[in-house]
C-alpha cells in the first residue's frame, strides 16, 4: 500500500544532452539532444524537425 513515492519523483526526469551537432540532413546546429548520441552515429544525426519527417514517413 506505499505506490505514492516511486523513485522519490525522478522517473519522468527528462535529461537533455547537450553539445554541438548538426543535422545530417538539412545542416541545421544541434544544441540539444533528448538523449546520449552514439559518437559513431553523430554524421547520421537529425535535427528535431527532420527527425519529425522521418517518424512519420515510417507510420504511413
Ligand atoms: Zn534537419
Redesign the pocket.
Known amino acids: 500500500m506505499s505506490f505514492d513515492q516511486q523513485g522519490g519523483g525522478r522517473s519522468f526526469d527528462r535529461q537533455m544532452y547537450k553539445g554541438d551537432w548538426q ?6 546546429p ?1 544544441t540539444e539532444l533528448p538523449f546520449e548520441p552514439d559518437p559513431s552515429r553523430l554524421d547520421k544525426l ?6 519529425q519527417e522521418r517518424v512519420r514517413s515510417f507510420r504511413r
Open positions: 543535422c545530417a540532413k538539412c545542416g541545421t544541434i537529425l535535427c528535431r524537425q527532420c527527425h
